[in-house]
């Protein structure tokens, strides 16, 4: 069976003399009493150095360990630290960062132009200094790396950033405005908002993208389309009676009977 260890050091060690851990009371205020390797009550446990080291996959060392890890005198003067755990945790952290190192470098400039925004990052710089500093990020905080890559809402994030940042839209006491439209009191409400008006949605990114105001784009559209539309011809009321009161034309030709 392979290894478990915990580690119980002294918060001070340098001035660690000796430890007494009597039996106590827990929380509960059951009493907590330690069994040695024969199975006989002792009265606690005596720690002599700065570090006790604890196999937890080994019975003994497992009670010790269980007697310890709640004991009142641990608080503030000793701490318990799972090699395991942390080792687990790093190895985690291992993959982690491989996973984000690995989308880090697939990304393309543009792409990483656009995380460097949602970072808050400088994006305008030379294209080899802003892959470095993105893959940097993504082996050092892997978790926030992945969340901002995965986010399915991330398109919109950026637009939010790349608009405010272009007077497109505006952000007042933590309002999101297009004009005088409130369209968020936060992030999430305004990319709603976005969602819900796709049409203009895409007039606000075309002016992100030209500089043009998607205001006036909606007035030529409206006035296109006026322009465009057939109109109905309209006839009088007196050339209706007139076409319904004319007589009924001869037969023949030009009104005349043929011979």
């Given at each position: 069976?392979?290894?478990?260890?915990?580690?119980?050091?002294?918060?001070?060690?340098?001035?660690?003399?000796?430890c007494?851990?009597?039996?106590?009371?827990?929380?509960r205020?059951?009493?907590?009493?330690?069994?040695?390797?024969?199975?006989?009550?002792?009265?606690?446990?005596?720690?002599?150095?700065?570090?006790?080291?604890?196999?937890?996959?080994e019975?003994?060392?497992?009670?010790?360990?269980?007697?310890?890890?709640?004991?009142?005198?641990?608080?503030?003067?000793?701490?318990?630290?799972?090699l395991?755990?942390?080792?687990?945790?790093?190895?985690?952290?291992?993959?982690?960062?491989a996973?984000?190192?690995?989308?880090?470098?697939?990304?393309?400039?543009?792409?990483?132009?656009?995380?460097?925004?949602?970072?808050?990052?400088?994006?305008?710089?030379?294209?080899?200094?802003?892959?470095?500093?993105?893959?940097?990020?993504?082996?050092?905080?892997?978790?926030?790396?992945?969340?901002?890559?995965?986010?399915?809402?991330?398109?919109?994030?950026?637009?939010?950033?790349?608009?405010?940042?272009?007077?497109?839209?505006?952000?007042?006491?933590?309002?999101?405005?297009?004009?005088?439209?409130?369209?968020?009191?936060?992030?999430?409400?305004?990319?709603v908002?976005?969602?819900?008006?796709?049409?203009?949605?895409?007039?606000?990114?075309?002016?992100?993208r030209?500089?043009?105001?998607?205001?006036?784009?909606?007035?030529?559209?409206?006035?296109?389309?006026?322009?465009?539309?057939?109109?109905?011809?309209?006839?009088?009321?007196?050339?209706?009676?007139?076409?319904?009161?004319?007589?009924?034309?001869?037969?023949?030709?030009?009104?005349?009977?043929?011979?």
């Amino acid at each position: 069976m392979k290894r478990h260890v915990v580690l119980i050091k002294s918060n001070n060690p340098s001035k660690f003399n000796y430890c007494k851990f009597g039996n106590y009371k827990d929380s509960r205020g059951r009493n907590v009493n330690l069994v040695d390797v024969n199975d006989q009550m002792t009265d606690g446990y005596e720690m002599f150095q700065a570090v006790l080291s604890l196999n937890i996959n080994e019975k003994q060392d497992k009670r010790v360990y269980e007697f310890l890890k709640g004991h009142p005198l641990l608080r503030g003067r000793f701490t318990v630290e799972d090699l395991k755990a942390n080792e687990e945790k790093n190895a985690e952290g291992a993959l982690k960062s491989a996973e984000a190192i690995t989308k880090a470098t697939d990304l393309t400039i543009n792409a990483m132009k656009d995380l460097a925004i949602l970072m808050g990052m400088e994006s305008d710089i030379e294209d080899t200094m802003l892959k470095a500093k993105i893959i940097q990020f993504a082996n050092s905080s892997p978790d926030e790396f992945l969340s901002l890559t995965n986010d399915i809402d991330q398109e919109y994030r950026i637009f939010l950033k790349k608009a405010l940042s272009k007077n497109v839209l505006t952000k007042v006491n933590g309002v999101w405005k297009h004009g005088s439209v409130n369209i968020g009191l936060a992030d999430e409400q305004a990319i709603v908002w976005l969602k819900d008006n796709a049409d203009l949605y895409a007039l606000l990114r075309r002016q992100l993208r030209t500089g043009k105001p998607a205001v006036e784009e909606v007035a030529v559209v409206e006035e296109v389309v006026a322009e465009e539309a057939p109109q109905p011809q309209s006839i009088s009321s007196s050339v209706i009676n007139q076409l319904e009161n004319e007589p009924a034309k001869p037969k023949g030709w030009f009104g005349g009977n043929k011979k």
